[in-house]
């Protein structure tokens, strides 16, 4: 009999551990019932603030909207330019337009495939109001340099946490480096909800108080409204489950970075590129990605092996239809990444006995050839 497929991701098997303490809080909940921006909503505020080291948490309704609001709350304008990395997931750039402001894509870093702080500083006009860093994969972009860099000219830094809840650089938090950092609760995400949702969070006032306004119609008192915007409100339902959550996240990391020791570990001998980090970085590992000149063969071989696996992304953003005309270089590694790059299991309740199945498939795919 053939071993069973070696998932890419199964959200089952957190949900299963969960089981039990999601049904208590949602009979909770239904008992109060309060369904959007109660006390569920305002302790998870608190409690990722916390867990950022930042003075604020705003919750919205995706990490989208996270990004928009941000950008729209910190006074992005039409016209402004934002620079942001070209290999991100494409909502980064499109939330970047949605806000009305143009996205500029600069390069990435061929070790780290996060936001090239030389390259941004190469895209800066006088016209650029925003750098925008995703800590891709859940790696810290290089906040040291992007933060000097928009110090010295003038710019905002929002950075793009959809991916690295808990990531950390020097001991600091992603998200609580710039002035703002947006959160996707995304269910595939390290913190992930049952739906859709979002945090912003900040250690400026005006900006919270800002967005508090702008994620409910733009009112600021029940009958009244101080500008226009959408309706982004997180729900109680998913405050409370991710509250559950919160509190196993960093267990949840740490089998994650182990896990990932595990991989580099078995394949430091293969001709792979290894998401390897320097002293300093804390990773979380939303996806582990390894580079390959072969990428598609190794992608076949493991198919064919049991094991699936992702590309993240086949396609840098600033190729995408809606963004091919925007300004801008072309940005060569990004380009190169998204012929090379391959996304294995890795995630905290993958077994020790598939990873070793991930391990060997791998290593017998080189052996081979
Ligand atoms: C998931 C993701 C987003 C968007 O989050 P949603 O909650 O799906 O709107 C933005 N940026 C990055 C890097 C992401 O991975």
């Not at 800066?124 to 925008?132: D, E, G, N, S, V």
């Not at 906040?143 to 991916?163: F, I, N, T, W, Y």
């Not at 009112?219 to 409204?225: G, K």
């Amino acid at each position: 009999m053939k071993a069973p497929k070696v998932p890419f991701l199964d959200l089952t098997r957190q949900d299963r551990e969960l089981r039990e303490e999601l049904g208590r809080s949602f009979s909770s909940l239904l008992e109060r019932g309060r369904y959007i921006l109660g006390p569920e909503v305002e302790a998870l505020e608190a409690e990722m603030a916390a867990f950022c080291g930042t003075a604020h948490g705003v919750g919205v309704a995706s990490g989208t909207d996270a990004l928009v609001l941000a950008l729209r709350g910190l006074g992005i304008e039409e016209g402004d330019e934002v620079i942001l990395p070209a290999l991100t997931a494409p909502p980064t750039a499109v939330a970047v337009s949605l806000a009305g402001a143009v996205p500029v894509f600069a390069d990435v870093d061929p070790r780290t495939l996060t936001l090239d702080p030389s390259s941004a500083e190469e895209r800066i006009t006088p016209r650029t109001r925003c750098l925008l860093p995703v800590h891709l994969f859940g790696r810290p972009a290089d906040l040291h340099a992007l933060s000097k860099l928009a110090e010295q000219h003038g710019l905002l830094l929002v950075e793009d946490c959809a991916q690295s809840h808990g990531a950390t650089l020097d001991g600091k938090s992603t998200g609580s480096f710039g002035a703002a950092g947006c959160f996707s609760f995304y269910p595939t995400k390290n913190l992930g909800a049952y739906g859709d949702g979002g945090m912003v969070v900040t250690s400026s006032g005006d900006l919270a108080r800002e967005l508090r306004c702008l994620r409910d119609y733009g009112r600021v008192e029940r009958d009244l409204l101080a500008k226009v915007g959408p309706n982004s409100r997180l729900d109680e339902l998913q405050a409370a489950f991710l509250r559950l959550k919160l509190r196993r996240l960093p267990e949840w990391n740490r089998r994650r970075r182990e896990l990932a020791r595990r991989y580099l570990e078995a394949f430091a001998d293969l001709p792979l590129g290894l998401p390897e980090c320097r002293e300093g970085e804390e990773h979380v590992y939303h996806i582990f990605a390894v580079t390959c000149d072969r990428r598609d063969e190794l992608r076949r071989h493991l198919q064919g092996e049991g094991v699936e696996t992702a590309i993240h992304y086949p396609l840098p953003v600033h190729l995408q239809p809606p963004f091919r005309d925007c300004p801008g270089p072309p940005c060569p590694v990004a380009e190169e990444a998204s012929r090379r790059v391959l996304s294995l299991p890795l995630y905290p309740h993958l077994t020790r006995e598939e990873q070793e199945r991930v391990i060997e498939a791998v290593r017998a795919f080189f052996r081979a050839s």
